[in-house]
């Protein structure tokens, strides 16, 4: 059974960052793909960041390009998200997610993706 769970979340200002992080456990973490998705209240969950098992590629949608870096340590099992420049409408709970998978490249992008996800740790952004 693959583990996954979620830290780094908290209050932080308008422009401010904050660094999520995602620590994997159960099986090889090298072999998964992995993404962040976040849901805020009352709305429909929404994908943020990819990254595939080589860590050399990574997708970002248009509302946090730019903003949000996702990367990975193997050796760590840990996979991150680092927000900059956050904004009110980033406010949301984070979730990442795994999927097993050794395609090189990114086409993960929805929540239906994936096999595994974590329990989620909340940003709030004040403005």
């Known amino acids: 059974q693959v583990q996954l769970v979620e830290s780094g979340g908290g209050l932080v200002q308008a422009g401010g960052s904050l660094r999520l992080s995602c620590a994997v456990s159960?099986?090889?973490?090298?072999?998964?793909?992995m993404g962040w998705f976040r849901q805020a209240p009352g709305k429909e969950r929404e994908f943020v960041a990819t990254?595939?098992?080589?860590?050399?590629?990574?997708y970002y949608p248009d509302s946090v390009k730019g903003r949000f870096t996702i990367s990975r340590d193997n050796a760590k099992n840990t996979v991150y998200l680092q927000t900059d420049d956050l904004k009110p409408e980033d406010t949301a709970v984070y979730s990442c997610?795994?999927?097993?998978?050794?395609?090189?490249?990114?086409?993960?992008?929805?929540?239906?993706?994936?096999?595994?996800w974590g329990q989620g740790t909340p940003v709030t952004v004040s403005s």
């Open positions: 997610a795994a999927k097993a998978s050794y395609y090189t490249g990114t086409r993960f992008y929805t929540d239906t993706d994936y096999e595994f």
């Open positions: 159960g099986r090889a973490f090298s072999m998964y793909h």
């Open positions: 990254i595939d098992w080589s860590g050399r590629n990574t």
